[in-house]
């Protein structure tokens, strides 16, 4: 997840204005107070998530983060399967490095614009809801620890991630023969 800025995030709290009732007003703030990146690891059979903030999206960023994820994952795993999009970072040498010495690693690199086939992209969205969304933070250090305290919360409350459609899309179920007629 990332870029994310130390700025003021949008809510959905209504505020009352003189000249428009009514309306959300945000006060503009262009955020220039720092600035990092989330990695993040997710197991959607069990819904644990794993974070960690870094001050740049580099190849020894990257590789220190599989390291992390190397050591929060069971020894048991016999495979772990890393979706990632295309970013050359992913392809580096010290990245092919990494997972000769890993063996029960491998990389699934998702197609161009195909970002809905990762299932760690909603639950960004989550993420971002849980510890962003309106609030407004004075440094990247604020962020880091927002985005902490929301992957705790959603690890003491997990659940097996389901890809699909969201339950509201989903067309209601028309009733069949074996309901009673409405009573006039």
């Known amino acids: 997840m990332g870029p994310e800025s130390?700025?003021?995030?949008?809510?959905?709290?209504?505020?009352?204005t003189q000249d428009r009732p009514?309306?959300?007003?945000?006060?503009?703030d262009y955020g220039r107070r720092g600035k990092g990146y989330i990695f993040g690891a997710f197991q959607p059979a069990t819904g644990e998530a794993f974070t960690r903030p870094y001050l740049g999206r580099s190849t020894v960023s990257w590789v220190a983060f599989l390291e992390e994820v190397e050591l929060w994952l069971?020894?048991?795993?016999?495979?772990?399967?890393a979706i990632v999009d295309n970013l050359s970072t992913h392809r580096a040498t010290d990245v092919l490095l990494f997972l000769l010495t890993h063996p029960r690693w491998e990389m699934v690199f998702q197609p161009k614009y195909a970002a809905y086939l990762n299932?760690?992209?909603?639950?960004?969205?989550?993420l971002r809801?849980?510890?962003?969304?309106?609030?407004?933070?004075?440094?990247?250090?604020?962020?880091?620890?927002?985005?902490?305290r929301a992957t705790v919360y959603?690890?003491?409350?997990r659940h097996p991630f389901v890809w699909g459609r969201r339950r509201r899309h989903q067309p209601r179920r028309q009733p069949g023969i074996a309901l009673p007629p409405k009573a006039a």
């Open 6 to 16: 130390a700025k003021t995030y949008p809510g959905q709290a209504v505020v009352e």
């Open 74 to 81: 069971p020894a048991e795993t016999e495979r772990i399967y």
């Open 129 to 148: 809801s849980l510890a962003l969304k309106g609030r407004r933070f004075e440094s990247w250090e604020e962020i880091a620890q927002a985005v902490e």
């Open 119 to 126: 299932l760690i992209e909603p639950w960004w969205k989550v």
């Open 22 to 28: 009514g309306r959300a007003k945000l006060e503009i």
């Open 154 to 157: 959603w690890n003491d409350h």
